[in-house]
C-alpha cells in the first residue's frame, strides 16, 4: 500500500479494480480538497468532483456518467496505489467533460 491509504476511512474496504482510462490524472487523492461527503473530493485545478469507487459496481455506475473517479489499482513497479482519471466512455459524456474543464 502507498502513503494514500491512510488517508481513507479505517473502516473502508476498497477492491483492486480494472478501468480504461482516457485520462489519467496526476494528482493524488491527498491533493484533492475534502467535501461532506468521504467519498468524494475536488479537484483545485480542474474543479471537478472525482468519485472514490470502492468497488467494479460503484465504478462502472459512475463511470458511465463521465464522472471523474479515484479507485485502487496495481501495477510495476508502483505496486498498489489510487489512481485518479476520467473513465473511458462515449464521446458525449468526454467532450461533456472537457468543456467544464
Known sequence: MTDDDFLLPNTMR???LRCTLRY???KRWDELASTENAEVRKCSECL???HLCV???SLDAIATNGACIAFLTTSKPEGVRITLGLPAGS???LQKALDEL
Open 14 to 16: 476498497m477492491d483492486i
Open 24 to 26: 489519467q490524472c496526476s
Open 48 to 50: 471537478r468532483e472525482v
Open 55 to 57: 468497488d467494479q459496481t
Open 91 to 93: 464521446r458525449a459524456n
